[in-house]
């Protein structure tokens, strides 16, 4: 079985310049997440998916980061401009329930902003 | 809001030795705790999944503890091997999110 897929597995930019990943998770899996994480600390959460719907997006910043999932499978993170401090490793998860459902986690794109 | 810790930040151990990763965390009202690894330049892989109904869960060389009127969790692995070097992470889940903790950065010497 596929595990969770993501791509690119690592962008380098300018400051101001656009940049978007995509995720795709395990099949069936309803919930999906995107996680950010720092050099040396653990991942924190920007956005949960329920099947299309994003039902917690209180950790995104939403004048420069937005997100879609079309059809409640794949997703896509957009940052737009990116900034210096974004640069971070961006983590896409998936699991089947979202209350005591294990996660999966895909690679991750590591992003680095010049 | 969720406190997760890890201590210690690191860790290093000679092979054969057995691991024991400490994690603690502020509220104790969750759904589950999970243990994952985490390899330089990788994401993160599950490696225990403990309800919040159990007290501990089993895997091979890995058993994890829960105890949750204490707000703990322990990860023992048993006879450790140079493969194991990694950054063990938990993270709880309530709320229908996982909060992390920092990991802990194990080293395993031959």
Do not use: M
């Amino acid at each position: 079985e596929a595990g969770v897929v993501q791509s690119p597995r690592y962008k380098i930019i300018e400051k101001k310049q656009p940049v978007a990943f995509w995720c795709n998770p395990i099949s069936g899996h309803n919930t999906l997440y995107w996680y950010l994480q720092n050099l040396g600390q653990g991942p924190e959460l920007l956005i949960r998916y329920e099947n299309e719907e994003a039902v917690d997006d209180s950790q995104l910043p939403k004048d420069r980061f937005s997100a879609e999932r079309l059809k409640g499978v794949d997703s896509t993170l957009k940052i737009q401009p990116a900034e210096l401090g974004d640069s971070a490793v961006y983590l896409c998860a998936s699991s089947l329930v979202a209350s005591g459902g294990e996660l999966f986690f895909g690679e991750g794109s590591r992003l680095t902003v010049l | 809001k969720q406190e997760v810790t890890q201590i210690p930040a690191a860790l290093s151990v000679p092979e054969g030795e057995n691991l024991v990763l400490n994690c603690s965390f502020t509220d104790s009202a969750i759904y589950n705790l999970q243990w994952f690894r985490q390899d330089p330049g990788k994401g993160l892989t599950s490696l225990l999944l403990i309800q919040s109904s159990q007290r501990e869960q089993t895997s091979g060389r890995l058993n994890a503890s829960l105890d949750k009127s204490s707000g703990r969790s322990t990860l023992y692995i048993a006879a450790s091997q140079p493969g194991d070097s990694a950054t063990y992470l938990c993270a709880v889940k309530d709320d229908y999110k996982l909060s992390f903790g920092a990991g802990t950065t194990v080293t395993v010497r031959a």
